[in-house]
């Protein structure tokens, strides 16, 4: 007799899956015209009341550079951050890329149904806030200009950037343009300076490259009669926006305040943070203030 070997099946219980999956962590888009825009709200009921507070990044960043101010403004603001058309997390079908700053801004102001805004645009985000505030005066309760003179319709500005460009630095630049070379230097700056740059690296995506005035910006006229409260950082070691033209910029806004930040390269608001955030915060509840004495005289 031949032995055979009993035979036998392998069960493996498997647990029914539920008929939908819920979704906990879903992404926030803002559909905006061909574009998934990523947007970032801290506050999307508004049960903190006042403006809202809208950052606005560079053009080789994205929305994750402002991991220093987020924690810090949101908890006396509602705080918006957003990557802007193409830039990493905002997916753009159209290719329209930076040529449509201005109007995803608004776009996203109205998707939020925002009332008020304190705006503040870092390099290529002046672009997009300066433009608002000249259309919108009536929404915009302060405008930040950090690094940045909003590439609009002035010729001779223009010209002078070109002239600038063309001059030798009076100091020295590091590996990274959008930061001093002393801050890159320094031992326990190795991680945020690593950080900066995978940020970087990781926002160049393609998207199309602009250059010239921003399309729909204003022009010389628009920008110096306009009636909202502003603020134009600027840093000394600034290699990418040298500091003649923020500083052109604030002489052309009534009633503009300027800051010069020492020792600091075109991002003051990486490289000293804690000085960055209380300036801004300071003007902001400045305005705030100020504008609130106008009403009670009104109602008095």
């Given at each position: 007799k031949h032995l055979t070997r009993p035979s036998f099946k392998l069960q493996t219980a498997v647990a029914p899956l539920p008929?939908?999956?819920?979704?906990?962590?879903?992404?926030?888009?803002?559909?905006?015209?061909?574009?998934?825009?990523y947007y970032d709200d801290s506050d999307p009921e508004g049960k903190m009341g006042g403006p809202a507070v809208i950052f606005v990044h560079g053009g080789a960043v994205s929305a994750m550079i402002w991991w220093q101010q987020v924690p810090?403004?949101?908890?006396?603001?509602?705080?918006?951050?957003?990557?802007?058309?193409?830039?990493?997390r905002s997916?753009?079908?159209?290719?329209?890329g930076m040529?449509?700053?201005?109007?995803?801004?608004?776009?996203?102001?109205?998707?939020?149904?925002?009332?008020?805004?304190?705006?503040?645009?870092q390099s290529m985000g002046g672009r997009a806030v300066l433009p608002f505030a000249v259309r919108h005066p009536e929404k915009t309760v302060?405008?930040?200009?950090?690094?940045?003179?909003?590439?609009?319709?002035?010729?001779?500005?223009?010209?002078l950037a070109k002239d600038l460009e063309a001059l030798p630095k009076t100091f020295e630049t590091g590996k990274i343009w959008g930061m001093s070379k002393q801050y890159q230097a320094r031992e326990e700056n190795a991680d945020a300076v690593?950080?900066?740059?995978?940020?970087?690296?990781?926002?160049?995506?393609?998207?199309?490259?602009?250059?010239?005035?921003?399309?729909?910006?204003?022009?010389?006229?628009?920008?110096?009669?306009?009636?909202?409260?502003?603020?134009?950082?600027?840093?000394d070691q600034d290699a990418v926006m040298p500091t003649p033209l923020v500083e052109g910029l604030a002489k052309i806004i009534p009633g503009a305040e300027m800051v010069n930040f020492p020792g600091v390269g075109h991002s003051?608001?990486?490289?000293?943070?804690?000085?960055?955030?209380e300036t801004i915060i300071s003007f902001i509840e400045k305005q705030q203030q100020q504008q609130q004495q106008q009403q009670q005289q009104q109602l008095a």
């Open positions: 008929p939908t999956i819920p979704k906990t962590n879903t992404m926030p888009i803002a559909p905006i015209d061909g574009c998934d825009l810090t403004f949101r908890k006396k603001f509602r705080t918006i951050v957003y990557d802007a058309r193409g830039f990493q997916v753009d079908k159209t290719g329209a040529s449509t700053l201005i109007e995803d801004l608004e776009a996203l102001v109205d998707y939020l149904k925002l009332e008020k805004v304190a705006l503040i645009g302060a405008l930040v200009m950090c690094g940045t003179w909003g590439h609009f319709d002035w010729p001779e500005h223009w010209a690593y950080l900066f740059d995978q940020i970087k690296w990781a926002s160049l995506a393609h998207k199309p490259k602009l250059h010239g005035t921003q399309p729909g910006a204003p022009n010389l006229e628009q920008v110096s009669s306009m009636k909202v409260p502003t603020l134009c950082i600027t840093s003051a608001y990486y490289e000293i943070p804690g000085k960055f955030n």
